[in-house]
C-alpha cells in the first residue's frame, strides 16, 4: 500500500509554472483523495528556466527521494527532453548505484532515459503515467481506463495484468482552465493486435519512448546526448537484452515514418531484436502513422519469427495503462492479455 508520494522534474520544471497552477492544484486533490500524502521534492516546482538550467538540482531531488524511507513512490511531474543530462551527477561517483531502493518510481515519455538510469542500477519501475498527463487531467475526473491502473499500483504496489483499453480518446490541443471538466471525443478501440510471430511469449520488459531511445544513437536534438549515453553505457549490450521483451511508442511529436525507420534501424544494429523474446509497440497518439508503422516493423525487423504485438494503449496515446519492468511478463494475444 502506498502512503507517501514524491513529485520529482527530471526532464522539465513546467508544473512550477504559475500558468499551470490550476492543473497542478486538481491533480493535488486527486492524489489527496486516493488517501495519500503528497509532497513535492525541493526543485520540482522551480520553474522551466530554473530545472532546464540545474540538472544537478533534478538529480539530488531523485537521490533524496530515493534515500528518504518515508516515500513510497516517486511520481515524475511530467516528460520533456534533456533529463540525459542528469547522468554525471548520478553516476560519477556511484550516487544513483548507492541510492538504488525498492520502491515504485512511475514516469514515461523521456522519463524513458531514467529508467535505463534505474535498470543499470538494479531498480524495478512502472512506465505508463505522469502527474501532469494523467493525474491531473482535466476532464471531470481521470480517465477510467487509466484510473484503473493507477489505482491498482497505488493499492497493490504493482499491476498484476493488462487488458486492451475498449476506446481510445483524442489528445487536447487546449489545456485552458476553462477547459476544466470538458471531455476529448472518443472512438472504439480494436484490441492488441499481433503482427506476426507466436501469440504467446515472455520475458521481463524494458524500453520506452522510440523518440527518446532515437535520441541515445542520434545528435540531432541534442549533439552530447548519444556522447553522454554511450559514456554511461545507457542502452544495454544485446547480451543483457536476451530474453526480454522490448517495448516501443513514440512520443506527441508524431515521428515521420522515415524517422521511425531510422529509428528501428538504430535499434536492430544495436542486436535488440536478436535477443529480445518479443517486441510491444504502443498505440500512436490519434492513431497518426499507425499503418505506416506496422510496415516498416514487419520490414526493418525482418525476421518473422519474432512475434510484434501492436496497438498496446502505454504511453503517449490516451488512455494508457502502467506496465512494470524488470519483473516476468506473458503476453497472450489470443486471450488479449499481458500477465505479469
Not at 161 to 187: C, F, I, L
Not at 205 to 223: A, P
Amino acid at each position: 500500500m502506498i502512503e507517501n508520494v514524491a513529485i520529482v522534474s527530471l526532464s522539465r520544471g513546467i508544473i512550477g509554472e504559475p500558468f499551470i497552477a490550476f492543473e497542478k492544484n486538481i491533480g493535488v486533490k486527486r492524489l489527496e483523495d486516493f488517501g495519500l500524502n503528497v509532497r513535492f521534492m525541493p526543485h520540482a516546482l522551480s520553474g522551466l528556466d530554473y530545472v532546464q538550467k540545474h540538472p544537478e538540482k533534478r538529480a539530488q531531488d531523485l537521490i533524496e527521494a530515493l534515500k528518504d524511507p518515508e516515500i513510497d513512490m516517486i511520481l515524475c511531474a511530467i516528460g520533456g527532453d534533456d533529463t540525459y543530462r542528469l547522468l554525471p551527477y548520478l553516476f560519477d561517483n556511484d550516487e544513483l548505484k548507492k541510492a538504488a531502493t525498492d520502491k515504485v518510481f512511475l514516469g514515461y515519455s523521456d522519463t524513458t532515459i531514467n529508467h535505463f538510469m534505474l535498470h543499470k542500477v538494479g531498480m524495478r519501475t512502472f512506465y505508463g503515467q505522469a502527474f501532469l498527463s494523467d493525474i491531473c487531467e482535466i476532464d471531470k475526473d481521470m480517465l477510467p481506463y487509466t484510473k484503473k491502473y493507477f489505482e491498482e499500483l497505488i493499492t497493490t504496489g504493482t499491476i498484476h495484468e493488462v487488458t486492451p483499453s475498449d476506446v481510445w480518446v483524442e489528445e487536447r490541443t487546449e489545456y485552458a482552465e476553462d477547459q476544466v471538466g470538458t471531455s476529448m471525443p472518443s472512438h472504439p478501440d480494436h484490441g492488441f493486435e499481433l503482427l506476426q510471430g507466436p501469440a504467446v511469449f515472455s520475458g521481463k520488459i524494458l524500453g520506452g519512448c522510440v523518440d527518446s531511445m532515437y535520441d541515445f544513437f542520434d545528435g540531432e536534438r541534442y549533439e552530447d546526448m548519444p556522447v553522454l549515453c554511450q559514456k554511461y553505457h545507457l542502452f544495454p549490450d544485446a547480451k543483457d537484452w536476451e530474453g526480454r521483451i522490448f517495448l516501443m511508442e513514440t512520443s506527441e511529436e508524431k515521428p515521420t515514418p522515415e524517422k521511425y525507420r531510422k529509428a528501428l534501424e538504430y535499434f536492430k544494429s544495436t542486436g535488440v531484436f536478436d535477443a529480445v523474446s518479443g517486441v510491444l509497440v504502443g498505440k500512436p497518439q490519434d492513431e497518426v502513422y499507425a499503418e505506416e508503422y506496422k510496415k516498416l516493423l514487419v520490414e526493418v525487423i525482418d525476421n518473422p519469427e519474432l512475434p510484434i504485438l501492436f496497438n498496446v494503449n502505454i504511453g503517449h496515446a490516451k488512455p494508457r495503462c502502467i506496465i512494470p519492468f524488470g519483473v516476468e511478463a506473458t503476453v497472450d494475444a489470443n486471450a488479449q492479455v499481458i500477465r505479469f
